[in-house]
């Protein structure tokens, strides 16, 4: 009884069975390490982590501590209980206990050495290993021992089916010798699967190191925008900083010149007030000849006084913010940060302009060289480099090195497709189609739907258009040219891998009356 309880208290509560490699909670409750650790797992899906005993909660995963002690008292329990359950005995040792050895299918009894020995002097009984299982060992027909297998109808057979039964007539086989010859088979088929499962072994540990690396990868990348953004933030305090002290500045400055100007005009007011004071006192004056004599007091002309000196009292125009001044600051500072957390980022953005000589006379370039639209034929001279049947043009400039960056504006009429090409693109005939040739990589937008072309392959995207911005992005050392729609969140299209060979230049196709902007 004793047993049973200490037993009851070396079960995991999660297994319901002996702890193994026991390991403890905070709050003091144990469980296999395998057990607790699935649960974790399931928890952490869930969102929150607690106790399966007593449901005490955690706020992080909770540490596991091993248990050696109460694994030392599990390895002890189990040394000293002998599995009753699984062992067979023989029947005839009565007094104590004594394992048999072999079972008679016939006497449907289990021996020990000294019995069977006794047993096989009066009886030739077929032995097989120790069993409590007799009757799937006899055919539950005729009551008799399986001796035989028919391999026509899978099934084992006594000496009555082979005679008289349904088998009758079949080829059987020896059950020893049909069981011999399947364990042939099946260590063929287990050797044919040893490399199958070798081969997903190798996958899986691929695919774990694979995880490892994202997950090391996305960690590096965590620290780096962490990073980027502390220096953001600390470059937005300095430009706030110079940007209020920008103001301060004026602010004291102007401030100061109207204080000195309202100095001025309060001594001309009080100059003003003590004469405007001694006027009236004269004017009390009976004595006209001391009124007449009084040479302290000259009378201007009307609406004036020579003497006060005022400039009116106003602020000159000059003398206010300069909002322009604050701004440009603002945008200056403003502008070096962006550029550098490109810099940090290693992207550059080009400032890309179309090259006019390379437009098909259907494609309009806009003054500032950044938009190429589809519109009616225009009278121009014709340049070697000229498209001559499909509307498209090529950038001015090419990229042969670096990481670069840049956006694209789709005005969502008629067909387009933007992308790269090496300036030795043909200039007429199918093979100058942008996408139908290994000189040039494109991002069509068709009849609602994305498409990209490279030596005439084209893949349909299952993504559709939701807005008329994608972002390129082009790493010419490392061979990958990939396209994002700019919509929120961004969208990643399709990326192209390949190694470049020549300097790579932008290439715009307009059709249907499509218009298509840079943004650099």
Known sequence: MASAELRDELNCSICLSLYTDPVSLRCGHNFCRSCIVSVLDAQEAAGGYSCPDC???????????????????????????????????????????VPAVKSSLQCETSLCDDHLTAHNKTADHILTEPTTFFANKKCSHHKKVLEYYCPQDAACLCVSCCLIGKHRGHQVELLDEASEKKKKELMEYHSELNPKKAEIQTRVQNLQYHKWKIQEKASDERKNVRKIFKAIRKQLKMTEKKALSEVTRQEEKIVSQISDLIKKL??????????MRHVEEMCRVTDPIRLLKESDITVCSHGGDEDTGVDGGEVRSEEDLDEVLISLTLHRSMRDIVTNVTSELGVHVPDIL??????????????????ATESGLQEKPKFPGTFVNFFQVLSRCGFSSGRQYWEVEWDKIGDCAIGLSYPSIERKGIQSVIGYND?????????GEYKVWHNSDVLTLSVKPTCPTVGVFLDYEAGCLSFYELCDPIRHLHTFTTSFTEPLHVIIYVYNGASVTIRS
């Not at 179309?354 to 938009?371: C, F, G, M, N, Q």
């Not at 000189?439 to 009849?447: D, I």
């Open 439 to 447: 000189k040039s990589w494109c991002l069509g937008m068709y009849e």
């Open 266 to 275: 309060e001594i001309q007011e009080e100059e003003l007030s003590r004469k």
């Open 55 to 97: 449901r005490a909660e955690y706020p992080e995963r909770p540490a596991l501590g091993k248990n050696l002690k109460l694994e030392n008292i599990v390895e002890r329990f189990s040394s000293t209980q002998p599995d009753m359950e699984t062992r067979i005995f023989c029947i005839y040792c009565t007094k104590s206990p």
């Open 354 to 371: 179309l090259d006019v000589d390379t437009a098909h006379r259907r494609v309009k370039i806009s003054e500032d060289l950044k938009t």
